[in-house]
């Protein structure tokens, strides 16, 4: 943790829920907590003055898969290093990484692989825990996971899952053999239960929310949708108070015109992830994801071989900034970003510019795109000014 920092900045993005703009305000950070929130100059001389942009919240990230060329599911030490080292070149402070479909014994040993690596990642985005995307996931709604992999979740298999201790998230289809008996056991045992790769109707998924899921991935990909007659997931999720729909805001999975619709429907309840492959932060050409081959292309995300979209290769500075040049306030957009999935998986001292919470900030500036990044106090990226 570092010592004592003071940053004076044009505009600060702080408070309580529905976030309110200082202009202009200052941020004091004493060892990796930040002390004191106020507006206008501070007393004394700033050790950092920022210049145009908004100083915001770090960003969590719900969902990556990797990037900078690593797929995180069988990344090395040396992968590992890479990603949560660069993470806040894009304003990622903390994240969860997420490991598709395999089976089972396979996705226990990449636990058991990663809880071997994260006590050596002493730098960098904070890893949260991990994200299983899969294997309890509907075959019609599969998207690029295996079809042979997937399967009805079973108390045995969730105990192994579970055993490591690194679960944070689990994205399963609740109108499986036995999915809402996953959903209480995975909710009971504290881990955020997520609607996602399902063919379930829109009673089916507040059923889900009913046995304690309270969010859904990848909002209108690989889900049923919002048809007046059969309303499935996505109808469920913008409706339900108590879902919180993941959307990757790349304006290719999502056209802008249903982006726009997110935020009317869900409001604050919109969580913002990049759904990020090896891809992502690199020029196009042949990755993986899962094991299996994908291409990103010179436009648009990354391609398994028989064109099914797999993963993106977004930013989650730049889906902020996406969804706030639709016409989405600043302040919500970065909300999604911050605050909401801080809040979703349980850590209120990340998220937010408030006395009290841990001083992982970034400095985004006017073109919405990250220019410094502090985590704990201590610049993690950008140029000392």
């Known amino acids: 943790m570092g010592g004592e920092i003071l940053i004076a900045a044009d505009r600060v993005i702080a408070g309580a829920r529905r976030?309110?703009?200082?202009?202009?305000?200052?941020?004091?950070?004493?060892?990796?907590?930040?002390?004191?929130?106020?507006?206008?100059r501070p007393a004394g001389s700033p050790d950092v003055t920022l210049d145009g942009g908004t100083l915001v919240p770090g960003l969590i990230d719900l969902q990556v898969n990797g990037c900078f060329g690593h797929d995180l599911a069988s990344a090395t030490p040396?992968?590992?290093?890479t990603v949560v080292s660069r993470l806040p070149e894009t304003g990622v402070t903390a994240f969860l990484p997420t490991f598709i479909t395999a089976p089972v014994d396979a996705l226990v040993a990449a636990l058991g692989r990663a809880g071997g690596l994260l006590p050596g990642l002493r730098?960098?985005?904070?890893?949260?825990?991990?994200?299983?995307?899969?294997?309890?996931?509907?075959?019609?709604?599969?998207?690029?996971?295996?079809?042979?992999?997937?399967?009805?979740?079973?108390?045995?298999?969730l105990h192994a899952l579970l055993?490591?201790?690194?679960?944070?998230l689990v994205?399963?289809?609740?109108?499986?053999?036995?999915?809402?008996?996953?959903?209480?056991?995975?909710?009971?045992?504290g881990v955020l239960v997520s609607v996602g790769h399902s063919d379930a109707t829109?009673?089916?998924?507040?059923?889900?929310?009913?046995?304690?899921?309270?969010?859904?991935?990848?909002?209108?990909?690989?889900?049923?949708g919002i048809d007046h007659r059969a309303p499935g997931v996505a109808a469920q999720a913008l409706a339900d108070p108590r879902l919180h729909p993941g959307l990757i805001a790349d304006l290719h999975h999502v056209p802008a015109v249903v982006c726009r619709l997110a935020f009317a429907a869900a409001g604050d309840r919109v969580v913002l992830v990049s759904d990020a492959a090896a891809a992502a932060g690199m020029p196009p050409g042949g990755y993986e994801l899962g094991g299996?081959?994908?291409?990103?292309?010179?436009?648009?995300?990354?391609?398994?071989?028989?064109?099914?979209?797999?993963?993106?290769?977004?930013?989650?500075?730049?889906?902020?900034?996406?969804?706030?040049?639709?016409?989405?306030?600043?302040?919500?957009?970065?909300?999604?970003?911050?605050?909401?999935?801080?809040?979703?998986?349980?850590?209120?001292?990340?998220?937010?510019?408030?006395?009290?919470a841990t001083a992982d900030l970034v400095w985004l500036g006017d073109d919405v795109r990250t220019r410094m990044t502090w985590i704990g106090g201590v610049r993690a990226f950008g140029e000392e000014l």
């Open 171 to 189: 994205t399963l289809a609740p109108e499986r053999a036995g999915g809402l008996a996953a959903v209480r056991m995975l909710a009971d045992a």
């Open 292 to 356: 299996e081959p994908i291409t990103l292309p010179a436009h648009g995300p990354p391609l398994r071989d028989d064109g099914t979209v797999a993963g993106s290769a977004l930013r989650l500075d730049d889906a902020v900034g996406n969804v706030a040049r639709l016409g989405v306030d600043l302040m919500t957009a970065v909300d999604a970003a911050t605050r909401t999935p801080a809040d979703l998986i349980g850590r209120p001292d990340l998220g937010r510019i408030a006395p009290g």
């Open 19 to 40: 976030s309110r703009t200082l202009r202009p305000g200052y941020v004091r950070v004493v060892r990796g907590i930040i002390t004191e929130v106020g507006e206008g």
């Open 163 to 168: 055993e490591p201790g690194l679960v944070r």
């Open 78 to 81: 040396e992968g590992w290093h």
């Open 202 to 224: 829109a009673d089916q998924a507040a059923a889900a929310a009913d046995a304690g899921a309270r969010k859904v991935t990848h909002l209108f990909n690989a889900q049923t």
């Open 123 to 157: 730098t960098g985005a904070r890893v949260l825990g991990i994200h299983l995307e899969g294997p309890f996931l509907s075959e019609r709604r599969r998207g690029a996971h295996r079809a042979e992999w997937l399967t009805d979740p079973t108390a045995e298999a």
